[in-house]
């Protein structure tokens, strides 16, 4: 599973063998502390088994824009799995087209509640009373496929059951996945952006091939820290999948912008991480109302009480 954004014009790959615990932990120490804007990773099941989908060896790949420090990546290695798998990481060069489109190839459609995430290669595929959004391999985050991508569309359908929220904040936005389905689902004003220039444009191309343009328009942003952003609060829904550490510092800005009663999703977390995110959103009067765990991923649904 692709953890974090991937980075703008990777060369770099790190890649070791190893068992399921060992290359999530891996992949975890990575992005809470590298750039995710330079780096990503990817935790994955080397030959998956019909059977039993936890017996078989797992991989972990680190993908790097710039060349990394192999001795600091291996003794971040050391410090979650000991000396011997920090020997055992192979480091090389890559093509973009490895972490792209070859890795997004073929992707089957996937299916969140009302909602159903597919390729080009898959439409017509939607149901009645599904709402189907076109999702192409690309340059940043977001096929739907990823399980704190799912969750967020499930906790969509979920809020959307129940309210209809008038306005809504996607930080983060990827591919622009959560923006659109929201504005498909409810047909007004989403307010969106990313750290990543390459995602805000990839976003505001999916908007526009989704028949959303005129209600996503996406912007580049650190945060929620844009005028635009900061312009559409108090917002009563808004998304924030991302990462453990970011989500933990957006907490004074997320609950800022929220109104009394906003119902708030998080994503981007593994099970250690809920905890310390619970805690720096309780103190901002933010507090947990649901949570959902798919493939190792948890998706929270916070309340601004």
């Given at each position: 599973m692709l953890?974090?954004l991937?980075p703008n014009n990777a060369?770099?790959v790190?890649?070791?063998v190893?068992d399921?615990?060992t290359?999530?932990?891996?992949a975890?120490?990575?992005?809470e502390?590298?750039?995710p ?5 990817a935790a994955?099941?080397?030959a ?5 989908w936890k017996?078989?060896?797992w991989v972990?790949e ?6 990394p ?7 971040l290695i050391?410090a979650v799995?000991?000396a ?8 090389g060069?890559?093509?973009?087209r ?8 073929g992707l089957?459609p996937?299916r969140?509640?009302?909602?159903v ?8 595929l939607a149901r ?9 391999a690309?340059?940043?985050f977001g096929?739907g ?7 967020c569309l499930?906790?969509l ?6 309210r209809?929220p008038?306005?809504i904040l ?8 959560l923006a659109i ?7 007004r004003r989403?307010h969106?952006g990313d ?13 526009k ?14 945060g929620?820290d844009h005028?635009?952003l900061?312009?559409?609060a108090p917002y009563?829904l808004v ?7 970011p989500?933990?510092?957006?907490a ?10 906003a119902?708030i ?6 099970g ?5 995110v619970?805690a720096?959103?309780?103190v901002q009067?933010v507090?947990l ?9 948890a998706?929270?649904l916070?309340?601004r009480?």
């Amino acid at each position: 599973m692709l953890e974090g954004l991937p980075p703008n014009n990777a060369a770099h790959v790190m890649r070791l063998v190893c068992d399921e615990a060992t290359a999530r932990n891996i992949a975890d120490i990575v992005v809470e502390t590298f750039d995710p804007a330079d780096t990503a990773a990817a935790a994955f099941e080397e030959a998956p088994s019909s059977r039993d989908w936890k017996t078989g060896p797992w991989v972990v790949e680190v993908y790097f824009g710039p060349a990394p420090d192999e001795a600091n990546v291996r003794a971040l290695i050391a410090a979650v799995a000991g000396a011997d798998a920090a020997a055992a990481a192979s480091f090389g060069r890559i093509h973009q087209r490895d972490w792209v489109a070859s890795s997004l190839e073929g992707l089957q459609p996937v299916r969140a509640g009302r909602f159903v995430v597919h390729g080009s290669h898959a439409r017509g595929l939607a149901r009645v009373n599904e709402i189907a959004i076109e999702i192409d391999a690309a340059l940043a985050f977001g096929t739907g496929h990823h399980g704190t991508t799912r969750g967020c569309l499930l906790m969509l359908d979920r809020v959307a059951r129940r309210r209809r929220p008038n306005a809504i904040l996607d930080i983060g936005t990827g591919s622009g996945v959560l923006a659109i389905a929201a504005a498909r689902l409810f047909r007004r004003r989403i307010h969106a952006g990313d750290i990543d220039p390459i995602s805000v444009a990839a976003a505001a191309v999916n908007a526009k091939l989704n028949g959303v343009a005129g209600f996503v328009r996406p912007v580049q942003s650190r945060g929620a820290d844009h005028n635009e952003l900061r312009g559409g609060a108090p917002y009563d829904l808004v998304f924030a999948n991302i990462l453990a550490r970011p989500l933990r510092g957006l907490a004074p800005a997320v609950s800022r912008l929220s109104k009394p009663g906003a119902d708030i999703v998080l994503s981007g977390l593994i099970g250690p991480d809920v905890a310390g995110v619970v805690a720096a959103y309780g103190v901002q009067g933010v507090v947990l109302r649901e949570r959902i765990d798919l493939e190792g991923w948890a998706t929270l649904l916070m309340c601004r009480c």
